[in-house]
């Protein structure tokens, strides 16, 4: 299912484009959520409580204080992984969605035809930047974590959280299953805790210390092969 965002301040041309999106995905027989936001400012709030929460986010460039322009260069900072589209009335800002990694522009009102090259390049995107996200799934919903925000994972029991830069994720599952998943770049520290190597700053003793400021411990049956682990990492190898 894709999570889709659509951020206008004109509530009938948000009208327009969901409903352009809906016949389209309802031809390719997928399913979708919609959420609408009609500024820039109350997108990036809710973003800040949702992240990873949305695939795709439509953006109007013409907007009140807070343009799609800048509105999207700040969820670009927080998310390399989130695919945006702009729409817009004018060809003037065309070139400038590249400085964001822009999928594609629609003008308004969206063609059919442009609209399908657009969700075709974003649904490719997607699938191209798995390598790029930890995937878990907490309830009915589908969180994509970019693993370079990634600090590190935590179990208790059959639960296991996410700690990342921005917030933190729980889900049900082992850490056994998340070590196998999640692949290089990752260290078992502890029966409890698995670390981004990149995230570490010191090891002091029996613990590391994360930057920011966060420090766990080492259990004995992990610290050789984790000392190991995350001295390859410090030394780029």
Same mark, same amino acid.
Not at 4 to 14: E, K, L, S, T
Not at 84 to 113: E, H, I, N, Q
Not at 143 to 154: L, T, V
Not at 210 to 230: F, K, M, Q, V
């Given at each position: ?58 953006? &109007?460039?013409?907007?009140?204080? /807070?343009? !799609?322009? *800048?509105?999207?260069?700040? =969820?670009?900072?927080?998310? $390399? +992984? #989130? ?36 969700? &075709?390049?974003?649904?490719?995107? /997607?699938? !191209?930047? *798995?390598?790029?996200?930890? =995937?878990?799934?907490?309830? $009915? +919903? #589908? ?57 570490? +700053? ?36």
């Amino acid at each position: 299912m894709l999570r889709i965002a659509i951020c206008d301040d004109n509530a009938d041309a948000r009208l327009a484009l969901r409903s352009a999106l809906e016949r389209l995905m309802e031809e390719r027989r997928t399913e979708g959520s919609f959420f609408e936001f009609s500024t820039g400012e109350g997108l990036l709030r809710w973003q800040e409580k949702h992240a990873g929460e949305l695939d795709l986010i439509f953006l &109007d460039i013409e907007m009140g204080e /807070l343009d !799609g322009m *800048e509105t999207a260069r700040r =969820l670009r900072s927080a998310d $390399e +992984t #989130l695919q945006l589209v702009f729409v817009t009335g004018y060809t003037d800002y065309v070139f400038d969605g590249y400085s964001v990694g822009a999928a594609g522009y629609l003008m308004k009102p969206p063609r059919p035809k442009q609209l399908e090259e657009v969700m &075709d390049r974003v649904t490719a995107a /997607l699938l !191209g930047s *798995e390598e790029k996200v930890f =995937l878990c799934r907490s309830g $009915e +919903t #589908l969180y994509r974590i970019p693993r370079q925000q990634i600090r590190y994972f935590s179990s208790d029991r059959r639960q296991v959280t996410c700690v990342t830069e921005l917030r933190s994720y729980v889900f049900y599952g082992k850490l056994d299953q998340v070590e196998a998943e999640i692949g290089e770049g990752f260290v078992r520290i502890h029966q409890r805790y698995l670390v981004r190597s990149g995230a570490v +700053t010191q090891i002091e003793g029996g613990q590391v210390c994360l930057e920011d400021g966060t420090t766990l411990p080492i259990s004995r049956s992990n610290r050789a092969a984790a000392l190991s682990a995350l001295t390859r990492a410090a030394l780029g190898e």
